[in-house]
């Protein structure tokens, strides 16, 4: 029979270690924890004792009783040795089972001393001898220095998973979405945010926005934000992401800024991150005359962008001035460059080649 219900009862006793140590491993873990006490301290220079506690191997309970005496060898002078307390695991051919306390002893040397290697086994897969390191113990000359655990401990596992989960749902105070609309017409992006009402425990008006690597984003319309808090319609939104979020249907924030210089450059752009790691950016620029253009582009990594600003001055001259760059990697670089006027009064053509006049402001890139 293929399947057994463990949990209930049979015509035999049918429940065996096998049951409780998979049922145990796949439940808080397949590794090795110390789930209470266990402490090691040094007696003298051959006798290393570990207090009363539980521990957890892959599912199998071992419990210290009071406590166990470990016998250390000696120390070597003018030699360091690292030696190795362990759970060592073992089945007989009767399937009789023990997991006493054990020391694994190094190897002196001169320098630094290495752990000793042990049995790599697999309970869970059957095997029927495994090591499961404890403590180690570090031994210069003759004196048995501090130990140090190997082993971790259960609470440590399990606040590291409630953190992983504070970080994926944004537990703590937060309420979770993933894309939607708030009230006041504030929305944002499927899949962009992990989006919550600040509370905190009080009623507020705060919205904070976070994703996994925190990055900065930039506001369009006049809405800057960095990571902190901004203004916005009377809600105080705090942005670290690279998705969107919008009300009533304007786009407020998205994206991550590669680059910005209010006064702009015609040199090469240094950028912060790789384009490459983009699907898309934006790249806004100006000409000398300070009229502004900005241009997007798809899968920018390896193509050339081309910048150009048209204009018509007073006197009726209309101005183009081109610029284009290769946008290749973490910066951006002159490619060609050309001013044209044209007075159609006149009938006049005017080119200049290698003349730059568009100078980039920012660029900003989207996943």
């Not at 000793?116 to 309970?123: A, E, R």
């Not at 800057?224 to 203004?231: H, L, M, Q, V």
Request: aromatic share 8%.
């Amino acid at each position: 029979m293929s399947v057994e219900l463990i949990t209930g009862r049979g015509t035999t006793d049918h429940v065996g270690a096998e049951d409780f140590g998979a049922y145990q491993a796949y439940t808080f873990g397949v590794g090795a924890y110390i789930l209470h006490g266990c402490e090691a301290s040094v007696v003298d220079s051959n006798t290393v004792r570990i207090s009363e506690g539980e521990l957890l191997v892959q599912g199998r309970h071992v419990r210290v009783k009071g406590s166990e005496d470990i016998a250390i060898q000696s120390g070597t002078a003018g030699r360091n040795r690292k030696d190795m307390v362990c759970v060592r695991y073992a089945k007989d051919l009767n399937g009789v089972e023990d997991a006493p306390l054990a020391v694994i002893v190094g190897t002196p040397v001169e320098g630094e001393a290495s752990l000793p290697p042990y049995v790599q086994g697999d309970i869970l897969a059957g095997d029927v001898a495994a090591d499961f390191p404890l403590y180690e113990i570090p031994i210069a000359g003759l004196v048995v220095g501090v130990p140090k655990a190997i082993m971790g401990k259960a609470s440590d596992v399990l606040s590291m998973l409630a953190d992983k989960a504070d970080i994926e749902h944004e537990h703590d105070g937060y309420l979770p979405l993933s894309g939607g609309t708030l009230r006041g017409g504030l929305t944002f992006a499927n899949d962009a945010f992990v989006f919550g009402i600040n509370s905190k425990g009080q009623k507020s008006s705060s919205f904070e926005a976070k994703t996994h690597d925190n990055r900065t984003t930039v506001g369009y319309g006049g809405y800057a934000a960095s990571e902190g808090s901004t203004d916005i319609y009377g809600n105080v939104v705090s942005i670290a992401s690279r998705g969107a979020v919008t009300k009533n249907g304007r786009i407020l924030y998205g994206g991550t800024v590669l680059y910005s210089n209010a006064t702009g450059t015609t040199g090469t752009v240094a950028l912060s991150e790789s384009v490459a790691n983009f699907s898309m950016i934006d790249i806004f620029f100006r000409d000398n005359d300070w009229s502004f253009d900005c241009v997007r582009m798809a899968d920018p990594n390896g193509k050339t962008a081309a910048l150009c600003v048209s204009t018509k001055t007073t006197s009726g001259v209309y101005w183009e001035k081109k610029r284009a760059v290769n946008v290749s990697g973490v910066a951006m670089t002159n490619k060609t460059a050309d001013c044209v006027s044209l007075n159609i009064e006149r009938n006049e053509v005017a080119g200049e080649t290698g003349v730059n006049n568009v100078f980039i402001t920012k660029v900003i890139g989207y996943v």
